[in-house]
């Protein structure tokens, strides 16, 4: 029998439909999965460009040969190629290379926005100095005196009670501006204050601060070295109240300010004096005059004097022998030396000085009082207050006897010898730690 025309099993057919279903089903699936994937890597290329090619290393021999070959002639510009009379020739379209590579370029990064400029902060000025903060270290001392100890009444109050008075009143007894000083202040706080302003520690201190300075402020007009020619100053004072290291620094502040200045050595009785001016005169670079040992101070200083009127200086300074103020015959010899510059120069002595030792305290009050009493005297010279707690006697000086101060030294240093400021000296004296977050005025 032909096996051909066996009859077909319908189990059989239907399988065989399915499988042959099946395999064409799943072409179709894969065709269009990959049709798909082909398209979107078509718009993936469009969008990018497509990628280059790979770059084949070119061999050894041939980059020779490309380097030793002519460089090829630039070609002409169009402009250039149309004024020759030539067309210009269109514009080559970009191979697919160069648009491949123009594609893989990384892209520009966006321009960053423009920044406001940076706002420059002007560095604070510096606070104002006080008037008196350059004196403040030269009157540390002084301020630990009986301007500490009653700023101590005073801290952390916003009341005080009668019973303060009376500790003001020990403080300004037992301080060196002297018991009448001392007392004509006691009373002027009971008279002056109201019963208000006595409960008020910024009142008080307040008050004392503006009479400290009336006490200061005596009226002087300023010293004019060229009022005469030549100015005659004569200085006076104890051994050992700094006569000599104020002629030099005085000396030397003259000089620098252009004036021509004579020194006379009239402490002929003491050689450590004369050597001592001297090295101040080559210092500075003025003009000593000296005698010997031992000669008379009134005929140094007049030769002196009388130097400077013939030469034409325009200060002359004249030192004297250091005086015992209780000796009433050296004081009287001092009376002498001003009646002998006199007849040197007419009008001289221009003013008259009284060197004042700051450290000898209440002491240096019983001084000033004798040596007014047979000179003169016309000004004070305080010295040595940076080393002293004594330096509040300057107010007893003042208020008893009516000079005023010329000059205050509050160190070693020629700039140390400062012309005495009222307003300033206080402004420093006051500048009492303690004390600083009081109503204290300026």
Do not use: C
């Amino acid at each position: 029998m032909d096996p051909t025309s066996a009859p077909v099993n319908p189990a059989e057919l239907y399988e065989l439909l399915g499988i042959v279903g099946g395999v064409i089903a799943s072409g179709l699936v894969g065709f269009l999965l990959v049709r798909r994937a082909r398209a979107s890597r078509q718009r993936m290329i469009d969008a990018v460009g497509e990628a280059p090619a790979p770059r084949l290393r070119e061999p050894k021999a041939r980059k020779l040969e490309a380097a030793e070959e002519p460089e090829e002639e630039p070609e002409e510009e169009p402009e250039a190629a149309e004024e020759a009379g030539a067309e210009p020739e269109a514009p080559r379209a970009a191979s697919p290379a160069a648009r491949a590579r123009e594609a893989a370029k990384p892209a520009p990064a966006p321009a960053e926005p423009e920044r406001a400029p940076a706002q420059v902060i002007p560095f604070p000025a510096p606070a104002p100095a006080r008037k008196g903060a350059a004196l403040i270290p030269g009157l540390q001392r002084t301020r630990s005196g009986f301007i500490a100890r009653l700023g101590e009444i005073f801290a952390g109050k916003k009341q005080i009670d009668p019973s303060v008075v009376d500790e003001i009143e020990k403080v300004l007894l037992t301080a060196d501006i002297g018991v009448r000083t001392s007392q004509k202040l006691l009373e002027e706080i009971r008279s002056s204050l109201s019963r208000s302003e006595l409960a008020d520690p910024d009142a008080v201190w307040a008050f004392l601060r503006r009479r400290a300075t009336e006490m200061l402020s005596l009226p002087a007009p300023p010293i004019d070295f060229a009022a005469a020619h030549p100015f005659v100053l004569l200085i006076i004072g104890v051994n050992g109240s700094g006569k000599t290291t104020t002629i030099g620094k005085l000396a030397s502040r003259l000089a620098a300010d252009g004036k021509k200045v004579l020194l006379a050595a009239g402490d002929t009785f003491r050689a450590a004096a004369v050597e001592q001016l001297d090295v101040w005169a080559k210092r500075s670079s003025t003009t000593l005059v000296r005698g010997k040992e031992g000669a008379d101070p009134s005929s140094v200083i007049f030769e002196g004097v009388k130097r400077a009127a013939t030469e034409g200086f325009d200060v002359a300074i004249a030192d004297t022998a250091g005086r015992l103020h209780t000796k009433t015959e050296l004081m009287q010899e001092l009376q002498k030396v001003r009646r002998v510059v006199g007849k040197a120069s007419a009008g001289a002595p221009h003013e008259t000085w009284l060197v004042i030792d700051a450290t000898s305290g209440q002491n240096a009050i019983a001084q000033a009082q004798i040596f007014t009493e047979a000179m003169a005297v016309s000004g004070i010279v305080l010295t040595k207050l940076d080393g002293t707690a004594k330096g509040g006697v300057i107010l007893g000086i003042t208020d008893q006897l009516k000079i005023p101060v010329r000059y205050i030294g509050v160190g070693e240093k020629v700039e140390d010898l400062r012309p005495f400021d009222p307003d300033e000296f206080v402004d420093a004296l006051f500048e009492s730690p303690e004390h600083s977050n009081q109503g204290a005025v300026s």
